[in-house]
């Protein structure tokens, strides 16, 4: 009868365990109950008794849970340590993080592409006697990159915002010699260089600076 009662605790303990889990790798995912059992096939009741421990989802039921959301099986049947907890959610804020940043990069860009071709097609329509109205979309181009390099400055790492500056470096370039047609435009291109070759100096300056020194043992 004693064994029967610690049998009892022990599959208990494992439901509420599985309940936290599930319950709380849905909430780091912004799953609902609803969302969870709709990729799972099966109803939100389901859901809601595994989370109150009311019922265990079956073996594969549990695989599939875990493949959902990148964890294994033994994640959802231990019990989860604060520094987890904390690692998880650390992890998925910045995965969530970088998305936001990538697509509020992505659109700033297009902005600037987009209102080229609008004063594009303006001009066009009403015909405004204007040289050279394709040069609309090479400006937009040092313009895209101006705002690609605020961005990565802000948000991303020093690789990015190295390549975002030489490609600001080159389109001015190429605006500048489009633009006025000089004779001598390889000076243009010379000066660009030069501002390329600074650049990469800048970038290697700062990356050797952020390189740990490894102690000699």
């Given at each position: 009868m004693l064994r029967r009662i610690t049998l009892i605790h022990d599959e208990n303990t494992l439901k509420e365990v599985i309940a936290t889990n599930i319950s709380h790798y849905r909430r780091l995912n912004g799953d609902t109950?609803?969302?969870l059992a709709e990729k799972l096939s099966y109803s939100d009741k389901s859901v809601s008794k595994w989370e109150r421990a009311e019922a265990v989802p079956d073996v594969f039921v549990l695989v599939k849970i875990a493949d959902l959301y990148n964890v294994t099986v033994s994640d959802l049947?231990?019990?989860?340590?604060?520094?987890?907890e904390a690692s998880d959610v650390?992890?998925?804020?910045q995965k969530q993080d970088a998305k936001r940043h990538t697509l509020v990069l992505t659109l700033s860009c297009g902005l600037a592409m987009l209102i080229a071709t609008i004063v594009f097609f303006i001009l066009s329509i009403l015909?405004?006697?204007?040289?050279n109205l394709w040069m609309c979309f090479i400006y937009a181009l040092p313009v895209m990159f101006i705002v690609c390099v605020v961005f990565?400055?802000?948000w991303f790492g020093l690789y990015l915002q190295c390549i975002s500056v030489s490609l600001l470096i080159?389109?001015?370039a190429v605006s500048l010699h489009l633009s006025f047609m000089v004779d001598r435009a390889y000076l243009?291109?010379?000066v660009a260089g030069v501002l390329q070759v600074l650049c990469l100096l800048w970038y290697l300056l700062i990356r050797v600076k952020h390189v740990p020194i490894e102690k000699s043992k």
């Open positions: 109950q609803a969302k049947l231990n019990e989860a340590t604060p520094h987890r650390e992890a998925l804020t015909n405004v006697p204007v040289p990565t400055a802000i080159w389109s001015l243009i291109y010379l």
